[in-house]
Structures are given as C-alpha cells and as structure tokens.
T-cell receptor, first 113, second 115 residues
C-alpha cells in the first residue's frame, strides 16, 4: 500500500468541466509534487510545493491550478482542459533531506473528452 | 536542461536471462535513484546511490554508481516475470540552482520477462 493517497483513481471530464484531483500524505513530508505521465513515458514535473508554498511551476498552462491547503494535502484544480491533457497525474512527497527519494501515489487516470 | 540518458528503451527477455539497464549524464549527480513502475501504479523506489563507485544489491538486482557519479547501471540476474515493469532512473544535480527537490527522470526502460 502506498503512503501517498490520491483520489479519484479515474476521472473522465469534458472540456468545459471543472474538477479537482486530491493528494494526501501523513509522513510529515514538507515537499509535495505534481507530475504528469503519458503512457510508457517518464513522469514530467508540473509543480513543487515546499512548506506549503509554490516553489516550482514548470510553465504549466493556467488551466491547471495547484493548491496546498496544509502540509498533508495537495490539490490540482482542473478547468477547460484539452484532450491532450489526458494522462496519469501523479502526486509525490519527499522529506527535506537532500538525497531522500520521492514517494508516489498511484495516480489519477484522467481522460478529457 | 540537464539530460539524463537511459538505455535501452525496451527489453524483452525470457525468464532466467540476465539484463542490464544504463543511465548516463554529462553532469555529476548528487544522488541517483532507481524506481520501478507497474501498470496502474506510481513508481516505487528500488534504491538510492550517493557515493561514487557504490554498489548496492537488492536480491537479484545489482545497482552500480560510477566513480565520477555521472552514470549508473541496474543489472538483474535470472529475471522472473515479476520483474516486468517500467524502470526509471532519476537524479538530482549538485549544480542546479533552482531545484530544491527537483528530480530529472530518464526516459525509462520497459522490461518484459516472459515465462
């Protein structure tokens, strides 16, 4: 069982819908990440939150809006997505030790119709 | 952009055979990690290597970190169907200035082990 929980596991949405992806961890990690992953490809970094503040935005379109309400929760708000945004969205967390690894959730499989 | 080259992209082998996956960069890593990802799941950490020349073993998996900390390899002995998955290397570079916790992933190696 993963220690990073993502909901929902699957999501189908139309291009005019608004939806949110949720991520939760209780390991006390102070860095949380959103990655996008296409089939058979590596994860691509979208956002990094450090101590609940946005640290890195990899030039992600504004139709993706991250939010970190507290140290355990990370949300990704979706609005007016395109079919090419269909992918697996992975959340990860990490402790603040320099060489510590990423702990991934099992992702949300998003389909935009 | 720092580049992390991983090869091969795809490996299909029979049960009992050995395989090696490579990860290379022109820059020095501060650490490198190997992950395995199975369908419908997130990547799971296999190992972290930090010291140049380091060798770590995890059952039938052997991980090496190059002396100059620019390359790494993963060797699987006597592969089993349960080893099937997407293997990803990921590194953090010492000279990256804006990357508190930013990881660079290789392209991944899809390994298929058939009985």
């Amino acid at each position: 069982d993963t220690e990073v929980t993502q909901t929902p596991k699957h999501l189908v949405m139309g291009m005019t819908n608004k939806k949110s992806l949720k991520c939760e961890q209780h390991m006390g990690h102070r860095a949380m990440y959103w990655y996008k992953q296409k089939a058979k490809k590596p994860p691509e970094l979208m956002f990094v939150y450090s101590y609940e503040k946005l640290s890195i935005n990899e030039s992600v379109p504004s139709r993706f809006s991250p939010e970190c309400p507290n140290s355990s929760l990370l949300n990704l708000h979706l609005h007016a997505l395109q079919p090419e945004d269909s992918a697996l969205y992975l959340c990860a967390s990490r402790s603040n030790s320099y060489n510590s690894p990423l702990h991934f959730g099992n992702g949300t499989r998003l389909t935009v119709t | 952009t720092q580049l992390l080259e991983q090869s091969p992209q795809f490996l299909s082998i029979q049960e009992g055979e050995n395989l090696t996956v490579y990860c290379n960069s022109s820059s020095v890593f501060s650490s490198l990690q190997w992950y395995r990802q199975e369908p419908g799941e997130g990547p799971v950490l296999l190992v972290t290597v930090v010291t140049g020349g380091e060798v770590k073993k995890l059952k039938r998996l052997t991980f090496q970190f190059g002396d100059a900390r620019k390359d790494s390899s993963l060797h699987i002995t006597a592969a089993q169907p349960g080893d099937t998955g997407l293997y990803l290397c990921a590194g953090v570079w010492e000279d990256t200035t804006d990357s508190w916790g930013k990881f660079q992933f290789g392209a991944g190696t899809q390994v298929v082990v058939t009985p």
